[in-house]
């Protein structure tokens, strides 16, 4: 039989490329579809990861300059007596309001930063304390943190406890802890991903501590 013209014989061998072709295609968008939820989830997390690094910075930031400023105030008070330590209750507890407030102002730069009507950060959570031996505001600040701030909550809060035996030999210092809530961007628990994966995002507690010695040379 003659084949007329506009006849288009399919050659076997053309069809069966065609069909491998098209299975080719069909399994790289099936590829594709298990691999993507797995880019975006990878993307979010190299980016909160940035995100959370220049948190924890500005965070040490906040408890080492608010701990200086607080060691450099002791030393001022310490200047106008005749004997140091110990200071009147009144300097101790100036001299936590001046740490807070300092701690307060240098977070400004963090997402999840919080602030009452009076003008103090709830979000960091902080604790002062002076180790002087005198300080009966020491750490005074720890246990209204949340449970999940156990660098706080585990702070000392006696001046006579052992663990805050004052060297008198030693200079006074001021330590400071922070805790700080980081929100990730993708809020999520237990998501399954393909091959099994599983993943957790959402909050992050960061945790800081700091001292700075007030010395007089």
């Not at 965070?59 to 080492?64: C, D």
């Not at 936590?96 to 959570?125: I, Q």
Request: aromatic content about 6%; glycine content about 6%.
């Amino acid at each position: 039989m003659t084949a007329r013209a506009g006849d288009h014989a399919l050659d076997p061998g053309t069809a069966a490329a065609e069909r491998r072709r098209g299975a080719a295609k069909g399994q790289s968008l099936v590829e594709f579809a298990l691999v993507l939820p797995m880019l975006l989830v990878l993307l979010l997390v190299i980016t909160d990861f940035g995100r959370v690094f220049t948190a924890g910075i500005v965070l040490e930031a906040s408890a080492r300059n608010a701990a200086e400023a607080a060691a450099q105030e002791y030393l001022q008070l310490c200047r106008n007596r005749t004997t140091c330590p110990p200071l009147d209750a009144a300097d101790y507890a100036a001299l936590h309001d001046l740490a807070l407030s300092e701690t307060c102002r240098e977070a400004e730069r963090l997402p999840n930063r919080t602030v009452d009507g009076s003008g103090t950060c709830t979000m960091p959570h902080a604790a002062v304390c002076v180790h002087d031996g005198a300080d009966a505001l020491c750490a005074a600040e720890a246990p209204s943190a949340p449970e999940e701030c156990s660098l706080l909550r585990s702070m000392p809060s006696n001046p006579s406890n052992a663990a805050l035996a004052y060297d008198a030999s030693a200079p006074p210092y001021v330590e400071i802890r922070l805790c700080y809530r980081f929100t990730t961007m993708m809020d999520v628990s237990d998501l399954d991903l393909p091959f099994g994966w599983g993943l957790s995002l959402g909050e992050i507690w960061l945790q800081r501590e700091r001292s700075f010695t007030s010395a007089d040379y």
